[in-house]
């Protein structure tokens, strides 16, 4: 992927190559961004919290609406040609390649009963991709908001995050949450969006670091999260039977003040307590990090992030080797706070950071990361940036 894109730029040059693809101008051209979630992580399936940015890294579509039936699919960031597929004939579950994401957003449309029929797409993106940042939903939410505007059918940012979510779980078949989609498409600049996942109400909270003095860097360890499904799999369905255990809905119907009293109800489930005790003492961090920003006492989030940090590596056991040394080397050296962001097992971790400390903090992840003989991180300061839009 191409590392600078963003903005009048990528517009220009993505709609050149839709030129050159495909013969004519494109209608349009949207972009939509990657996220990371500052605190909040695997409360989405159960009812919860979360609290994510949008980045400045986007994926940028140049999209053409066609009334024959036929979709086809370019990125300039996969070495093949121009993929043609038919609207009417996507059948979930059979494409195994990336084509899947935009195909899948075209199929839940339509099986929602709004007229697509068809598109040509050429898109570029800036978002790491499997680094837990989420490229996929950017992906899929520059497809939606696209057509979205091309064939005028009024849905809201949510609508939209919710029918690609809906691609991600049936058509490309990835049993992700609501988050990553409602975050490309619904952040705003200079904000975090708190979202409650259980009726998708959102509150955008002021998070501007840069105004106070302080950073947050995002380190991706190119560590590939691929082997990560099974696992996440199975932190879904223990969670599932926590809350059956527990006799509630979702775990969300936990009360952090009634956590004692339900942990000691789940007696001896080992497994079940670890990933109890994970979601409510996380769903309560959530509230605890808006409270703290809307009373102006944001560098007292940082050991928040930090406790969150603790509860995915001990509790719900999704952290690795490369996120636990970013967190422990970013702390020893003089971080306010840092935990893993995203589903865990490689990807990236965040560090929040005093300005000042930003440069010595970086230098000394990628001297421990060389010392452990891991990858080379890479590492860059993430500023809340805007959701989806359309560009030209
Ligand atoms: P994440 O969303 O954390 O980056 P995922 O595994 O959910 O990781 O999604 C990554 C997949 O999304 C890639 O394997 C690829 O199929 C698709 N993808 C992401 N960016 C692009 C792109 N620029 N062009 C084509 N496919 C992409
Ligand atoms: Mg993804």
Redesign the pocket.
């Given at each position: 992927?191409s590392e600078s894109n963003v903005g009048g730029a990528a517009a220009k040059t993505v709609g050149e190559r839709f030129r050159e693809l495909y013969g004519a101008a494109p209608h349009g051209v949207w972009a939509a961004p990657?996220r990371v979630n500052l605190i909040g992580e695997h409360t989405d399936y159960n009812d919860g919290f979360v609290m994510p940015f949008a980045l400045p890294h986007t994926?940028v579509a140049a999209v053409s609406r066609r009334d024959d039936g036929v979709l086809r699919l370019h990125?300039?960031?996969?070495d093949a040609p121009v993929v043609e597929l038919t609207a009417d004939s996507l059948t979930p579950g059979t494409d195994k390649?990336?084509t899947?994401?935009p195909a899948g957003v075209v199929w839940a449309l339509r099986e929602a009963g709004h007229p697509v029929t068809g598109a040509d797409i050429h898109?570029?993106?800036t978002?790491?991709?499997?680094?837990?940042?989420?490229?996929?939903?950017?992906?899929e939410v520059v497809v939606a908001l696209a057509l979205n505007d091309l064939y005028e059918l009024g849905l809201r940012g949510w609508q939209l995050a919710r029918l690609c979510q809906r691609a991600e779980n049936v058509y490309v078949g990835?049993p992700?949450g609501i988050m990553?989609q409602t975050a490309s498409a619904c952040c705003e600049s200079g904000h975090a969006l708190f979202l409650d996942t259980r009726d998708l109400s959102q509150r955008q909270i002021p998070f501007d670091l840069a105004a106070e003095g302080m950073r947050l860097l995002v380190v991706d360890t190119q560590v590939e999260?691929?082997h990560s499904e099974g696992e996440y799999g199975k932190r879904r369905v223990g969670c599932e039977k926590g809350a059956a255990l527990l006799g509630v809905d979702a775990l969300r119907d936990v009360a952090h003040a009634d956590l004692d009293e339900a942990l000691a109800r789940l007696g001896d489930e080992e497994e079940a307590r670890r990933l109890v005790r994970h979601v409510v003492t996380e769903n309560e961090r959530v509230e605890r990090v808006i409270a703290l920003l809307e009373s102006g006492d944001t560098r007292a989030i940082g050991p928040v992030l930090t406790a969150g940090h603790a509860s995915l590596r001990d509790d719900f056991r999704v952290s690795c080797p490369e996120l636990d040394l970013v967190v422990d080397t970013a702390l020893a050296s003089g971080a306010l706070g840092a935990r893993m962001t995203?589903?865990g097992f490689g990807?990236s971790a965040i560090v929040l950071t005093e300005t000042t400390e930003a440069a010595a903090v970086t230098e000394a992840i990628r001297k421990t990361f060389t010392t452990a003989g891991f990858r080379t991180p890479r590492i860059f300061e993430a500023v809340p940036s805007a959701g989806a839009r359309r560009l030209h």
């Open positions: 992927m990657g994926a990125s300039a960031d996969v390649h990336w899947a994401y898109l570029a993106s978002v790491p991709a499997g680094a837990g940042l989420s490229s996929s939903a950017a992906l990835a992700v990553d999260h691929s995203g589903g990807g």
